[in-house]
């Protein structure tokens, strides 16, 4: 019993650092050979064979939780790594969401520990059988590695969120700063911290967590759940299977909720402004029955925030650019209601009927055409 708390203690002093060596999971194996090398003969003592046994299942449970451990950790440690370089159509599969490499790098790590786990669940399985106890461990090592599987999207997804949080405050401060110093730090800070090739505005950045989002949200998340969940199915119902990856991509729907206001909240500001210089600065006389050419011409320029935003998610997010657009749209009408009520006594108190009409009758024409 000494020679097996002395086994049991040195596989307790290998950490997370050397989890993934082969020399671990290769001893697992040669004391599970070793128990079937015992119990092939008839002479070897049985309590020789079921502390081998209680050695095997204690082994696999650290070894098993230890890659949890890991998955979790280093998962972590990598959302933290943002590079915001855009990756090639081919390494995202030809997903419609243009991704940055972030969420690649999140399944290379799930993979490289689920691939272990599912391969040691599976030859312990066999075991299983021949033990009471070593089932209902192996009940416990299912369950705690759908667990983490589960939070390590949960955990993902929270700093997809503070990423997204970050950009939005870092902005606001950006700008509060060019507002007291009549200058901005926007240039230095691209010299120095970004890469070629990565998104360097800030809501090209907003646009790229949104879709690493619903990258997540309609293919990573389905993709790694339907790929590992035979590891714990067998001791699940099948409305419970259901459910967990129901809650899974109810979590990255109501992230991608959150940053696509977050993002339309930005976009809307600029629109606004594109309005007021639209109704208030485009020298278009409402009150005179302004000439077509004249609404045309100020109307080209409106358009052009809404077509550099159509070209910004039709590049980076196509699945979300009806949602997105029906609602800058929606912004857009609110916003000339909103201008047109706080200026109807100053700028626009002489609007007439036919000039009304012409502002809406020349956008919504070419709005239509875009």
Known sequence: MLLLLQVHNTFRDLEESNILRSYTSDAIKEISMACQAFEVKESAPRTAVMALRTLQAGMTKIYIL?????????????????????????ERKKSPYTISFLPLAFRSVIASAMDQISQMIQSSRSEAGKSEDMFVLLQEIEESVRLTFLNCFLDFAGHLEQIGSELVHNKSSQEILHL??????ESEEKSSSDLEGSAVDSHQQLLLVLSNIGYCKDELSYELFNKYKTIWLQSREKDEEDSDIQDLVMSFSGLEGKVLAQYTFAKTNLIRTAVMDYLLNSGVQ??????????????????????????????????????????????????FLSLYDENKSKDLRSLDANGFSGIFRDHIKSLSHT
């Not at 609404?295 to 009806?322: G, I, M, N, Q, Y």
């Not at 949602?323 to 609110?334: A, F, M, N, Y």
């Open 286 to 335: 409402w009150g005179a029955a302004p000439a077509v050419k004249g609404v045309r011409d100020a109307a080209v320029e409106l358009l052009h925030t809404l077509v550099a935003v159509h070209s910004e998610v039709f590049a980076c997010a196509k699945p979300l650019l009806d949602k997105l657009l029906g609602i800058l749209v929606e912004g857009l009408i609110d916003t």
């Open 66 to 90: 230890r890659l949890c451990s890991w998955m979790r950790t280093t998962a972590e440690e990598i959302s933290k790594e943002e590079t915001w370089i855009p990756v090639s159509i081919l």
């Open 180 to 185: 007291q110093n009549g200058y901005s730090h």
